[in-house]
């Protein structure tokens, strides 16, 4: 029944109103007003009816309905239902429906219709065919689509934002799964881009934005697959498959056209690019690729940036053995595992000790002495860093004071450390409660504590100075403005960084300029200069030559413990001879990767720990004879062969017959790989070492034991 007035019978029942007859009057004023419509079906689903209105407009239009097949007037929109035999299968169920969108082929405008439709039977239970209503939602389902759009859409950019890209991600990953063809991912994130929001304000940085989007735009050849998803990070997702080489050249051209300066409302902007890149097989999961991209991102950045890094295995044990060491360091200090060690300050021209830095070290109880170089930035990112600073701080004091003369102690002021106002309060308790006076304690602070130029640097140089304890400039050289804050800054010493003293002794090298430059400069300034990471006695007499005044590195000593240089100084003074190389070798990678190794019939799983062109350093094999040749299979056929110039226990100095060359991204490779006809070559020396199923032995993981040299591993 359609409307009605109901008014109560004498029993208390309502009793409805036969209006009956006036529904066809109805119907025809809802009709008549052109925004609803209604059809009917007979029971093979043919058109038995259809407002008069709407079945003009398709007749206008070259289609008349009447008795054709329901399905072919109206196709839904929807893909699912398209997928389960469009509206007809809907219509075959004989089930209700409701609300879903279609179009009409007949309708020149491409309007969108809603339908909704009812099954009707005969008293007997017979289906007489269906019976609903229409109505026009175009304007409504646009707004919807529009809005779905600027929801997806980056509004400064124009680029897809973080959900559009999610979708774009989800999509390619579907794609992969089925027609098995890979993607890629590249995340890309600015250098240098803070700076330019900082110093030039953030609607300068705005524009930038929107010209890196433009550039990247030129880069890719469908800007739809380009997005701005957060803050100065952008993401691009490339269908495969897509070869390596081919990933690599257009990195490289990606972050070359960022880098090109930009021009904003007059001003001249520089900036950079970082890319990691990670290539899907469509087994991953968006939060498996966010995390690689994720990774191989930070591995850019701490290759020194401006350079792109592909997604690796031993990036995720990298990033899980990081977690690990986060939670164990939380206690490590509770735990006593901490300790500080001292590294002597050596007069260039006696030889004679003239103070220590004060350099802390991580006994871990399971793992032995974790590197510095792991744990530090640890500290920085958990904010420990104030915490161990100041222990340190206290721990040098107290061990300085214990020794005679006017032996100084350096300690490192971390940038976080330096930016807390309780640091000079901090510095006094140390002294009072160790009883050092304030002149044989030096504070070495980098130059990253001049990034902010709010004159709080300023105030907290003089603060320090009040009390007395020097003042020194670390790693000199690699920041930005080292000779602008020069003219104020209260520094006693420079400290020339190692990267000026590498090839300092070289002929060919500029190095050896620049020191000149520099010690003039501290001389100038009446300032003091300190020479690190000296390892060679070439090094060491470039240093002399060049009238530096104190030596640090392991040519003297490496860093000993307390006790160890309070025996050395009992007497009074402590003279160290330098030993070592007599000259500089080329420069290793420190690395942590799992490789083979190859002799006779014998395969050896080994971990590679360093690496330069010329030779590596390989762990895993006892007992290992000199001249011993290998071959060295580092993966993908890539393989070399060398011979074995050291050994020790299980690990084996190996130098190369060929020099390995660049692979790009800061490391080295062969120059060749080996071909597939050289591979069964090498493979019929290697046949005992085969597994039943045929394959090389795997090493995914290190074994709880270590072969002795000469033991097959088949």
């Known amino acids: 029944m359609i409307g009605g007035r109901q008014r109560k019978t004498q029993d208390g029942r309502f009793a409805q109103a036969d209006v009956r007859a006036s529904v066809p009057g109805i119907v025809a004023s809802v009709e008549d007003l052109k925004i609803n419509w209604f059809w009917s079906t007979d029971h093979e689903g043919r058109i038995s009816y259809l407002s008069s209105w709407i079945a003009e407009e398709f007749a206008a239009q070259g289609g008349d309905v009447l008795d054709r097949d329901l399905t072919a007037i109206f196709r839904a929109e929807s893909e699912l239902i398209e997928a389960n035999g469009s509206i007809g299968f809907l219509v075959a169920r004989q089930k209700p429906f409701r609300g879903v969108n279609v179009r009409c082929p007949f309708d020149v405008e491409e309007r969108i219709w809603t339908v909704s439709g009812s099954p009707q039977f005969d008293d007997a239970g017979n289906f007489l065919g269906f019976r609903g209503v229409g109505a026009d939602v175009t304007a409504v389902q646009e707004s919807a689509n529009e809005i779905t759009r600027l929801a997806s859409r980056d509004p400064l950019t124009g680029l897809r934002n973080r959900r559009g890209m999610a979708t774009l991600v989800e999509q390619a990953l579907a794609l992969s799964a089925r027609d098995e063809t890979g993607f890629a991912v590249m995340l890309i994130d600015l250098d240098r881009f803070k700076q330019v929001n900082d110093t030039l304000g953030h609607p300068v940085g705005d524009q930038l934005l929107a010209q890196v989007a433009d550039r990247l735009k030129l880069e890719i050849s469908d800007p739809e697959r380009v997005g701005r998803i957060g803050g100065d990070e952008f993401q691009i997702v490339l269908g495969g498959p897509i070869e390596l080489d081919v990933l690599t050249r257009m990195a490289g051209s990606i972050i070359e056209g960022l880098s090109r300066p930009y021009s ?128 340190v701080l206290r721990q040098a004091c107290m061990d300085a004071a214990q020794w005679p003369g006017d032996l100084r102690v350096a300690v490192n002021v971390s940038p976080i450390q330096f930016a807390n106002p309780s640091l000079p309060q901090v510095v006094l308790n140390a002294l009072a409660s160790s009883g050092l006076r304030p002149d044989r304690l030096e504070l070495e602070i980098t130059e990253s504590v001049f990034l902010d130029s709010s004159g709080e640097a300023d105030r907290m140089f003089a603060t320090l100075k009040k009390i007395g304890v020097r003042l020194a400039l670390d790693d000199f050289g690699t ?16 400290k020339i960084d190692q990267s000026f003293v590498r090839g300092a002794a070289d002929p060919a090298s500029r190095n050896k300029a620049i020191i000149t430059s520099i010690v003039a400069l501290a001389e100038a300034l009446g300032m003091d200069t300190t020479a690190e990471g000296i390892e060679t006695v070439d090094q060491l007499d470039a240093m002399r030559e060049l009238g530096v005044g104190l030596i640090q590195g392991y040519l003297y000593s490496l860093p000993v413990s307390a006790e160890a240089v309070a025996n050395a100084v009992a007497d009074g003074s402590w003279e160290i001879k330098p030993i070592g190389p007599a000259k500089q070798r080329e420069h290793r990678l420190a690395t942590f990767r799992r490789i083979g190794a190859v002799h006779g019939d014998h395969y050896y799983p080994v971990i590679l720990r360093n690496l330069s062109s010329k030779g590596a350093l390989i762990q895993g094999i006892l007992d290992v004879p000199l001249g011993t040749r290998f071959v060295i299979d580092f993966g993908d056929r890539q393989w070399s062969v060398a011979t074995v110039m050291r050994s020790h226990q299980d690990h084996q100095g190996i130098e190369f017959d060929d020099p390995l060359v660049s692979d790009g991204q800061g490391g080295f490779r062969p120059r060749y790989r080996v071909s597939a006809v050289m591979l069964t070559q090498i493979g019929v020396v290697m046949e005992r070492s085969r597994d039943r199923n045929g394959l090389l032995p795997s090493y995914q993981g290190a074994q709880p034991g270590l072969p002795a040299f000469g033991t097959s591993l088949s």
């Open 479 to 494: 920041g930005y403005s080292s000779l602008g804050y020069l003219k104020s800054a209260p520094f006693d010493k420079i």
């Open 264 to 391: 904003v409302n007059g001003s001249r902007c520089v900036i950079g690019a970082s890319i990691g890149v990670v290539c899907s097989d469509g087994n991953d999961t968006p939060e498996d690729l966010a995390r690689k991209a994720d990774l191989a991102l930070y591995a850019a950045k701490d290759a020194g940036r401006g350079c792109h890094r592909f997604f690796s295995r031993d990036m995720l044990e990298a990033a899980e053995d990081r977690r690990q060491l986060e939670h164990d360091m939380l206690d490590a200090l509770d735990r006593g595992e901490l300790e500080v060690n001292y590294q002597p300050l050596v007069v260039a021209t006696t030889n004679q000790v003239a103070g220590f830095e004060a350099l802390l070290r991580w006994n871990h109880p399971h793992r032995g002495r974790i590197s510095p170089a792991l744990f530090i930035p640890i500290a920085e990112e958990t904010n420990l860093i104030a915490r161990l600073g100041e222990w």
